[in-house]
């Protein structure tokens, strides 16, 4: 359990419910904004629209085709022998103009490579959501972790800030000591050099503390961070069997993904080799200037195209599919492997962090008793200047250490359910 100071200063760092407290809550609905999230929306958007383009070559498909020709036609006229010098004929060009329509109607009736073609947009739009999925899971553990870098700098700065309080009531005691004669000028000077310390380690946790917030900031989107509200760590199922993590890491389904669309791969390859079937209705139009009439055509036709022969290429592109789904299930393997070995981490880190901050609390508890005994001495006259500074440093020493352990154990709770792949 906490101590009682220290769960005062988790509530002056943390705030409560008040107006402008920032919970984690909305800082991990504030994280889908994140420009990687956004990325990977577009990546999903781009998926989608390939499947809706692979579609459409199963469907009906039309051309109009329009073509006007212009020529010179030749015309001999023959003239009257009435002038043995005029030459019996004379040649002539006629210009002539031809315009021609065309409009016709293709429906595919078997196309493998069409139907293979959305089976691998299908697979690919699965991966593309997939990776949107992975995109949010890291980036909501990513503003945990620095959610709770903030909640621990705002606490080390608020013992920071009580030991420098305590640093100048040490000083004022030690120079009312001086005036009456119990203690020596390097008593002063020591209890000086002692506030400057603490005073240059607030404005270092401070500093710390700013760029925590920031660092926040850049993840969730907000504008400015203010006080956050300390959050109840939550339950953890302390067996989750292997079996259930590889359902719901996002990770592992975007790998699976990655195995299935290079499979749709192989058979895309395949599918450009085998014969396709599609019929087509053709209208024609034609004016004929020579006959002064319209001539119309109409045409069905059926067409049946089968490539047989590509010099190898179907099997040397057969070949780099089949390796790039071997690749891609061996990294679902060591991916599976890393995963168990992540959560056996994570629990052997729960667990000592457990042991480790109790044994902080012992020794925070120590440390105060310790201070207390010696300020009371050192009122007396009984204890150095030494030995109160040393006691205060010991009680700084500790307080850090108690702060760091217990946002660290919380932290590590939410690291443990981040690799088992479960909601927080």
């Not at 906490?2 to 994280?31: D, H, K, M, W």
């Not at 929306?41 to 109009?64: F, I, K, M, Q, T």
């Not at 880190?349 to 902080?360: D, Y």
């Amino acid at each position: 359990m906490y101590q009682p100071l220290v769960f005062l200063i988790l509530l002056g760092a943390g705030g409560g419910n008040a107006e402008g407290v920032l919970t984690l809550r909305e800082c991990l609905e504030s994280s889908v904004r994140h420009e990687s999230v956004r990325v990977a929306d577009h990546a999903v958007e781009g998926a989608r629209a390939g499947l809706s383009a692979a579609r459409a070559l199963l469907g009906p498909s039309s051309s109009a085709e329009g073509t006007l020709l212009r020529n010179s036609q030749e015309l001999t006229i023959d003239l009257p022998p009435s002038d043995p010098e005029q030459p019996p004929s004379i040649l002539l060009f006629q210009p002539e103009r031809t315009r021609m329509g065309e409009l016709s109607l293709r429906q595919p009736i078997i196309e493998p490579r069409a139907w293979a073609s959305v089976s691998a947009a299908r697979s690919g739009v699965r991966r593309a959501e997939s990776e949107r999925g992975e995109a949010l899971w890291e980036m909501r553990y990513q503003t945990v972790v620095q959610f709770y870098e903030v909640l621990r700098a705002d606490a080390l700065v608020e013992i920071a800030r009580q030991a420098e309080r305590r640093a100048k009531t040490h000083a004022e005691t030690t120079r009312r000591f001086h005036e009456n004669g119990r203690a020596t000028e390097t008593d002063v000077r020591r209890a000086d050099v002692a506030v400057s310390e603490a005073a240059s380690r607030l404005a270092e946790a401070q500093a710390r503390a700013d760029l925590a917030r920031k660092r926040l900031s850049r993840i969730t989107g907000v504008e400015s961070v203010g006080r956050l509200e300390s959050p109840k760590p939550p339950a953890v199922a302390p067996d989750t069997p292997l079996e259930e993590v590889v359902r719901h890491r996002p990770d592992l389904i975007r790998s699976r993904a990655s195995v299935d669309q290079a499979e749709k791969g192989v058979r895309l390859v395949g599918a450009e080799f085998w014969p396709s079937l599609s019929v087509a209705g053709q209208y024609i139009w034609t004016d004929e200037p020579t006959s002064g009439a319209d001539r119309t055509t109409w045409r069905a036709l059926s067409t049946v195209s089968w490539p047989f022969f590509e010099s190898g290429r179907r099997v040397a592109e057969r070949r780099a599919r089949l390796a790039d789904v071997r690749q891609a299930a061996m990294q679902v393997e060591a991916l599976e492997k890393e995963v168990a070995l992540q959560i056996e981490e994570a629990r052997s880190r729960l667990s000592t962090l457990e042991q480790t901050l109790g044994w902080s609390e012992q020794a925070l508890a120590l440390a105060r008793e310790t201070l207390e005994a010696t300020t009371h001495r050192f009122e007396q006259g009984r204890a150095s200047q030494t030995e109160l500074v040393e006691a205060e440093t010991e009680l700084v020493s500790a307080e850090n250490r108690r702060i760091e352990l217990a946002y660290s154990r919380d932290l590590a709770i939410f690291t443990l359910l981040h690799v088992l792949g479960l909601p927080y």
